[in-house]
């Protein structure tokens, strides 16, 4: 019995080992993972050789290829991905005079997703600290996170990136900083007396970073040799939307915006990821709409916004002695989250006698289509 379970684990093993050779002859398969870290040719970035010739950058660009090439559902993504967002930092770039491979630091920070964050705070397509952003001419408040708008953070990657080669003289240590900050990677070369990113000790989340990079511009530029064979219908096409400008005079509900564009909450969310929950503040916007929103857009929200802001006029509930948000939400059978959404508190607001609060109940026209 000893000796058959042994023998059939080395038949199971001879399989998981053959198999990839096997199939890297049929069409679409997954080459070998040996395979994959054959370069074809020489590697760059940015314009800058990447020293493949020195065995320890070597074997730092293979884990994380193998990492990146492995984890394929985040790789099939990328690619899909990559036809909805690149054109418009490639025209950035370009329009900046900037190397076309910084756009795979995107890829690399955020997956191409606008609302994806770190631990740290970080948020948005380039992962801008709100410092960072905020240094950089984005809006980061209640209201708009421009860190997560396409066009605007991408503007304010590309003021960072040319300050930084300015600075450091190189893109490998312009991206380094770009991971760790100037200041930090500045006080490394100092210490070390050592201005190259190959033969620098950073951190090592750092070290990783480059190399990240380089293995996403890999995949995106020979997504074939690496088994990605995707078809033209299989991308996403580019967001179309057309533009409006809208003056509102006080605090709006965005589904107020919605309406006047003829659509829905989710798509105005969607077409302008930089705004941040449930309202707009007053003030003067440009915002992203469906491409065929019909004409008189700012005609129709001054309408609809009339009659929203009367309406809630009429649904004013006065807080009375006893009263807690609970009790009031089961009073009028609407959920508590309404309550908060409606007036803009969170669950921990204090709410005292002779409060007004804003209750649209079951039946009524409410501020959501």
């Not at 193998?66 to 770039?93: C, H, N």
């Not at 107020?256 to 003030?283: C, S």
């Not at 440009?286 to 001054?302: I, Y």
Request: aromatic share 10%.
């Amino acid at each position: 019995m000893f000796l058959r379970i042994w023998v059939m684990a080395g038949l199971a093993m001879g399989l998981l080992v053959c198999a990839p050779a096997l199939a890297s002859d049929q069409e679409g398969a997954v080459p070998p993972l040996l395979e994959s870290l054959r370069l074809e040719q020489p590697l760059s970035f940015c314009g800058e050789a990447v020293p493949l010739q020195d065995p320890e950058v070597r074997e730092r660009l293979e884990k994380e290829l193998l990492l990146s090439v492995w984890g394929r559902d985040q790789a099939v993504l990328w690619l899909k991905r990559s036809t909805r967002y690149f054109p418009v930092i490639e025209a950035m770039l370009s329009k900046a005079g900037l190397p076309d491979d910084l756009k795979y630091i995107a890829l690399a920070e955020s997956a191409l997703r606008p609302h994806v964050g770190s631990a740290k705070g970080a948020i948005g397509f380039w992962q801008f600290l709100p410092g960072t952003g905020r240094r950089y001419g984005l809006t980061v408040n209640e209201y708009i996170d421009q860190r997560r708008s396409l066009t605007a953070s991408t503007r304010a990657a590309v003021a960072y990136f040319s300050e930084l080669y300015e600075k450091f003289g190189s893109w490998s240590l312009a991206i380094a900083a770009f991971n760790m900050g100037e200041e930090g990677l500045q006080a490394e070369i100092l210490a070390q007396n050592i201005n190259d990113f190959y033969r620098l000790y950073l951190p090592l989340e750092t070290q990783r970073y480059l190399f990240r990079v380089l293995s996403a511009k890999l995949i995106l530029t020979q997504s074939e040799r690496y088994g990605f064979h995707l078809q033209e219908g299989d991308y996403y096409p580019p967001v179309r939307f057309a533009s409006v400008e809208l003056t509102c005079y006080e605090e709006t509900s965005l589904a107020v915006v919605a309406q006047a564009a003829k659509t829905d909450f989710k798509r105005i969310k969607d077409l302008n990821p930089e705004l941040r929950g449930h309202y707009l503040a007053a003030g003067t916007y440009t915002l992203a709409v469906p491409e065929n929103t019909p004409p008189g857009f700012q005609k129709r929200f001054d309408k609809i916004h009339k009659e929203w802001s009367q309406q809630r006029q009429e649904r004013i509930y006065i807080v009375q002695p006893g009263d807690n948000l609970s009790t009031i939400a089961e009073q009028f059978r609407v959920p508590l989250a309404a309550i908060l959404i409606w007036n803009r508190i969170n669950i921990d607001h204090p709410i005292h006698p002779g409060d007004r609060l804003i209750i649209f109940t079951p039946g009524s026209r409410t501020d959501s289509r």
